[in-house]
């Protein structure tokens, strides 16, 4: 089920937020910190900024009713903020690299028919979404199986304690494989940079 | 041409992942949920999220959020705007005309009226990365943090260096909504 713009009213998002999120907003807000600093090395104002990202996605997505109730609250906050410091990444790398000299004008975006920038994000972000879930899945690939199986549910927002519940191995396995799979991407990341 | 962008594509998600995937690993010994969390951190957190919603904010944790502490930069969104559609129209320079402010409410902080402003504007990402350039008066200027917010609520923020430089990175634009964004002053905690 997919909500109805129509039914968002600003003065409901908190209660509706909850509703969708299946968590009430500041512990919402809680589990997006604690990810959010975790992912910033501990430094407070780079996980503020972080978590409010996280949050603005959120409530647009509540807005343009492009948000389907979740169903693991925990892991789908954990997620969002993982995607969201992976956007962060490649847009600094992109900079880095002089990305910034492939401009080509928002209307000459609209002529090629992409996505044009939007105040108010709608169903393209959700198609955003699941094409950066895509992308990740096709960079990691060329995992093996057991490898991948644990780097995919990380990618998702799990911890080592549900990776190892869903997976039905030890705590320790999935923290082995992890570091496992890290080294095996790093091989193809400097092969892929040559 | 596409197989090359594709190729960079993939090695830009690669790297993303594997920093990311470093980051978690490197903290595994540490229990997510119950680490203890630097002090009012969540509250700051917990006090922008009960703005960002339009809820009530909580009064008796707010006063761990830093204080705003001077000015708006009148004017920055409408340059901003013109050098958004300069860059759309030109379809090549990315870096905006330079932009000279006079801001007195500086000088309280031991810093010079006069400040210069740059943007290189990404017109592909819709995002901007604001330079702004300060003068210290006195040896010891108090330490300026700049917010920049937009309209649907991203917050970017950057530090005054020694050099009296501050970059705000990965600033969203939007051709559409080019006067959205909010420039403020305050002191760093």
């Known amino acids: ?194 | 041409m596409r197989e090359s962008i594709d190729h960079n594509d993939r090695e830009h998600d690669l790297g993303a992942v594997v920093s990311l995937l470093e980051i978690l690993a490197d903290l595994d010994s540490v229990d997510e949920e119950s680490a203890s969390l630097p002090d009012g951190g969540l509250a700051e957190a917990r006090a922008s999220a009960a703005r960002l919603f339009g809820g009530s904010e909580p009064t008796a944790e707010a006063d761990t959020a830093p204080t705003v502490a001077s000015m708006m930069f009148e004017q920055i969104e409408g340059w901003l705007a013109e050098s958004t559609l300069q860059v759309a129209t030109s379809r090549g320079a990315a870096a905006a005309q330079t932009l000279d402010r006079h801001e007195p409410g500086l000088v309280a902080y031991g810093y010079e009226p006069d400040v210069e402003i740059d943007a290189d504007i990404d017109a592909d990402a819709a995002t901007a990365t604001i330079t702004v350039v300060v003068q210290p008066v006195h040896a010891i200027a108090a330490t300026l943090v700049l917010t920049i917010t937009s309209a649907a609520g991203a917050v970017r923020r950057g530090t005054v260096n020694a050099y009296g430089i501050v970059v705000v990175d990965d600033v969203p634009i939007s051709e559409a909504s080019p006067n959205d964004l909010r420039f403020e002053w305050s002191m760093a905690t």
């Open chain 1, 1 to 194: 089920m997919i909500m109805e713009s129509s039914s968002v009213d600003a003065a409901d998002l908190t209660g509706t937020f909850q509703t969708y999120v299946g968590a009430d907003l500041d512990t919402a807000v809680e589990i997006i910190y604690r990810r959010a600093l975790r992912l910033s090395r501990g430094e407070a104002q780079a996980a503020q900024d972080l978590t409010q990202d996280v949050l603005v996605k959120i409530m647009s997505d509540l807005r343009a009713g492009t948000l389907a109730p979740v169903v693991e609250p925990r892991p789908w906050l954990r997620a969002l903020v993982n995607n969201q410091f992976i956007e962060r990444y490649r847009s600094e790398t992109r900079q880095k690299r002089g990305g910034a000299q492939r401009i080509g004008s928002l209307d000459h975006q609209r002529e090629k028919g992409l996505d044009p920038p939007s105040p108010t994000p709608g169903p393209a972000d959700t198609v955003a979404d699941r094409d950066l879930r895509v992308r990740l899945r096709a960079a990691i690939s060329d995992l093996p199986p057991t490898l991948r199986a644990v780097v995919e549910l990380m990618l998702d927002g799990h911890t080592h304690h549900e990776i190892a519940e869903v997976l039905g191995i030890p705590e320790n396995t999935s923290k082995t494989r992890l570091r496992a799979a890290i080294k095996y991407l790093r091989g193809f990341s400097s092969l892929a940079s040559e």
